[in-house]
């Protein structure tokens, strides 16, 4: 059987493009890097553009905690966090290859812009990538302790 040039063309071309398609993974991991650059434009861009985005808190009257929807909500969120805290250090340390869902394993260092208390807080993100996006990001933050709380422990 023949195959039409352009058709050919366009099956090598989805072939090559499957080869160099990055793993949910790597799509994880760049995304990490992006906001640990302060890049949040870079990071929104591996995002699908229905994402579902919630971070959970056994403390529901902290103000970042619920769901986003799309990129433009993903952003505001990151726009409200550099406003009300400077991230000190934000350490993802282990990153756990599922397929699909990657789950990352990690620290933080936040101070208050307003009253200057620094807080730590040890969490976990369950990440899911489709067709080369994330689709979902869930992020669950255990206690966050004063920073002397936790030296002290």
Excluded: C
Aim: proline share 4%.
């Amino acid at each position: 059987m023949k195959v039409p040039g352009l058709l050919f063309a366009s099956l090598l071309l989805a072939s090559a493009n499957a080869a160099f398609a990055a793993t949910p993974l790597e799509v994880v991991h760049q995304a990490y890097a992006a906001y640990n650059k302060g890049d949040i434009p870079a990071l929104v861009d591996q995002l699908s553009d229905h994402v579902e985005w919630r971070l959970v808190s056994a403390a529901p009257s902290e103000k970042f905690f619920g769901v986003r929807h799309n990129k433009q909500e993903v952003t505001a969120f990151f726009a409200s966090v550099g406003a009300a805290d400077e991230v000190r250090s934000f350490e993802p340390r282990e990153f756990v290859d599922g397929g699909d869902t990657v789950t990352v394993l990690g620290h933080e260092l936040l101070e208050s812009r307003s009253s200057h208390k620094r807080f730590e807080a040890d969490w976990v993100h369950v990440v899911t990538v489709k067709d080369g996006k994330i689709t979902r990001w869930l992020g669950y933050t255990g206690a966050i302790l004063p920073q002397q709380q936790v030296a002290a422990k």
